[in-house]
Nanobody, 121 residues
């Protein structure tokens, strides 16, 4: 069984910073892509940022220059440093991983339970 466990959400004032973490555990052979998505009330889930095992990254235009995604491959952990936060960043943030389990030859998609980020104006 594979689990993704997020931490680091909370309440912050506009202009502040938060750092999210997500650790993957279980029978994992390798992790290809890790990323963060978010869902605001009444809106669809959207991509925030992704990072491949090679280190290449991809960001939503709305967070470029403010958010930084990174990962520690040895710890199967992905981070999201969020700076200059805005009220419109308020959402539930979900961790995602495209990975290969030890018992499988096919990649599977896994999601964390989500962590709330609230930015007050």
């Amino acid at each position: 069984q594979v689990q993704l466990v997020e931490s680091g959400g909370g309440l912050v004032q506009a202009g502040g910073s938060l750092r999210l973490s997500c650790a993957a555990s279980g029978s994992i052979r390798s992790i290809n892509v890790m990323g963060w998505y978010r869902q605001a009330p009444g809106k669809q889930r959207e991509l925030v940022a992704t990072i491949r095992s090679s280190g290449s990254t991809n960001y939503a235009d709305s967070v470029k220059g403010r958010f930084t995604i990174s990962r520690d491959n040895a710890k199967n952990t992905v981070y999201l440093q969020m700076n200059s936060l805005k009220p419109e960043d308020t959402a539930v943030y979900y961790c995602n991983a495209l990975l290969l389990r030890s018992s499988s030859w096919f990649q599977d998609d896994y999601w964390g339970q989500g962590t709330q980020v609230t930015v007050s104006s």
